[in-house]
């Protein structure tokens, strides 16, 4: 399977939104609405964000939203905060119970 | 509390086997498919192995297939990962993981993460 292909990084000063994309292909994001985002603070284990494309778990901000246009999938977040510096990673399911990750976005907040 | 303990890691010689055990508390274990998700040292997530509530339903990625095999016994709240003919770049923090539904043909997200255990595979 091929990673999924993400911004190295990206940043923004708080208050301000940005967006992270995902792109996949027709095999993975492009077919299936499987789709979570994670985010990873240094030294810490990943906490999912956005799963099934757009749905937020219950504790999650509603600053962050999930989308989907054909292969791409998005993660925007909004009012930035200096607690959302953190690596952020796409993962999708690619059929026949696998599933590819994004290769991860760094986000610093100015 | 939700928990995922994961033990079973440490340092081996290339070509070698390893078995990675998990065992989950707080959840009712048998109602979710669980995974396996491994971070190389400053690199990147990459998801391993997956496998459904019940066991009928099994993945694994194109760089550990013919070599890894996950398995579970829910009598024992347990997640286990046989490795086999391990490379060195195979070395990595593997993580064991629930799902937030019950098939590995349908996996909703990652839900709940344990802290991991050191795979290191020496020359």
């Known amino acids: 399977q091929s990673a999924l292909t993400q911004t190295a990084s990206v940043s923004g000063s708080p208050g301000q939104s940005i967006t992270i994309s995902c792109i996949g292909s027709s095999s993975n994001v492009g077919t299936f609405n499987l789709i979570s985002w994670y985010q990873q603070h240094p030294g810490k284990a990943p906490k999912v964000m956005i799963y099934e494309g757009s749905k937020r778990p219950s504790g999650v901000s509603n600053r962050f939203s999930g989308s989907k246009s054909g292969n791409t999938a998005s993660l925007t977040i909004s009012g930035l905060q200096a607690e959302d510096e953190a690596d952020y990673y796409c993962?999708?399911?690619?059929?026949?119970?696998?599933?590819?990750f994004g290769g991860g976005t760094k986000l610093t907040v100015l | 509390e939700v928990q995922l303990v994961e033990s079973g890691g440490g340092l081996v010689q290339a070509g070698r086997s390893l078995r990675l055990s998990c065992v989950g508390s707080?959840?009712?274990?048998?109602?979710?498919?669980m995974h396996w998700v491994r971070q190389a040292p400053g690199k990147g997530l990459e998801w391993v192995s997956g496998?459904?509530?019940?066991?009928?339903?099994?993945g694994y990625a194109g760089s550990v297939k013919g070599r890894f095999t996950i398995s579970r016994d829910n009598t024992k709240n347990s997640l286990y990962l046989q490795m086999n003919s391990l490379r060195l770049e195979d070395t990595a923090l593997f993580y064991c993981?629930?799902?937030?539904?019950?098939?590995?043909?349908?996996?909703?997200?990652?839900?709940?993460w344990g802290q991991g255990t050191m795979v290191t595979v020496s020359s």
């Open positions: 496998i459904s509530w019940n066991s009928a339903n099994l």
């Open positions: 993981v629930k799902d937030r539904g019950a098939s590995a043909a349908a996996p909703l997200a990652f839900d709940i």
């Open positions: 707080g959840f009712t274990f048998d109602d979710y498919a």
């Open positions: 993962c999708s399911y690619a059929g026949s119970s696998t599933l590819v």
